[in-house]
């Protein structure tokens, strides 16, 4: 068993003490679903961001965390005919934890996107949901998860936000060749 695997265990184990018997993080990450489109049309695509909040001096881990954590999780339950791509992480920050281990992830607040592709006939009501599970950590880490919901209702326009902005920025491009 590598140190790394070790350490993982380690905190995985005193991560479910601290949490035991609970399955959230006594709300040190608030989430919720935000679309960035103008409306929601038939055969398109649009981008759905799961938006995390985290208290002060928490943070949670990018998809590739580094020396430890866990990234966060999100399994997409989505209508009839609807399909999302995998998600697009915006660019990590690096810190160092306790024992000198380096590990990517976000302070604060973090979108993470996925493009969903419409069916060629949309529902009179779309109803999208989302499980998401993260671990958070400052000076111990804490497992969370929730459930996300949101609606709409086919043909009414969305109302904006600027919110997905800062976070859209920091999608790393596609390669070119």
Not at 26 to 47: E, K, M, N, P
Not at 55 to 72: I, K, L, Q, R, S
Request: glycine content about 8%; hydrophobic content about 45%.
């Amino acid at each position: 068993m590598s140190f790394r695997q070790l350490l993982i265990g380690l905190l995985l184990a005193a991560s479910s003490c601290l949490a035991q018997g609970a399955s959230t993080d006594a709300g040190l990450v608030q989430a919720r679903l935000v679309v960035d489109a103008d409306q929601i049309q038939a055969d398109d695509s649009f981008d759905i961001a799961v938006l995390l909040d985290m208290a002060p001096n928490w943070h949670t881990y990018w998809v590739e965390g580094g020396d430890a954590g866990m990234p966060t999780s999100v399994h997409w339950s989505l209508p009839d005919g609807f399909v999302a791509g995998e998600l697009r992480w915006p660019g990590p920050h690096r810190y160092t934890e306790a024992g000198d281990v380096t590990v990517f992830g976000y302070a604060d607040q973090v979108a993470l996107f996925a493009r969903v592709q419409t069916p060629a006939t949309l529902p009179d009501t779309i109803r999208i949901g989302a499980n998401v599970s993260w671990l958070v950590c400052a000076d111990i880490c804490i497992p969370g998860d929730t459930t996300l919901t949101w609606s709409y209702i086919s043909g009414r326009p969305l109302p904006r936000t600027d919110v997905l902005a800062k976070f859209r920025a920091l999608l790393p491009s596609p390669l070119t060749t």
